[in-house]
């Protein structure tokens, strides 16, 4: 069983900042750097959501209500995975999930436990 392990969330004001990091297993070491990697969200009484994604070859790409204000980037030597958020708003509370995508754009692996984004004042 695969699981990443997500860090980084905490209770942040509206306009704040967060970095989220996602840290591979030593199982996967071998096959990160060509993995598609992506972000995902779900908030309370909500279905999961992809909100950004980031290709063995750095191209990036964001969902609508994030763009502009979030940044997927990748340490393929530290088999990391960060999510630079500025500008938080409240809509973006959700538990943070990251996976890699498999070649139907599907999450690969099993979810791991996530981290909380709280944006409150």
């Known amino acids: 069983q695969v699981l990443l392990v997500e860090s980084g969330g905490g209770l942040v004001q509206p306009g704040g900042s967060l970095r989220l990091s996602c840290v591979a297993p030593?199982?996967?070491?071998?096959?990160?750097?060509?993995?598609?990697m992506g972000w995902y969200r779900q908030a309370p009484g909500k279905e999961r959501e992809l909100v950004a994604s980031?290709?063995?070859?750095?191209?990036?790409s964001y969902a609508d209500s994030v763009k502009g204000r979030f940044t997927i980037s990748r340490n393929n030597s530290r088999k990391t995975v960060y999510l630079q958020m500025y500008n938080l708003k409240p809509e973006d509370t959700a538990v943070y999930y990251c996976?890699?995508?498999?070649?139907?754009?599907?999450?690969?692996?099993?979810w791991g436990q996530g981290t909380q984004v709280i944006v409150s004042s």
């Open positions: 996976n890699a995508l498999d070649t139907t754009n599907q999450p690969k692996y099993t």
């Open positions: 030593r199982a996967i070491f071998s096959v990160f750097s060509p993995l598609h």
């Open positions: 980031i290709s063995a070859g750095q191209s990036t």
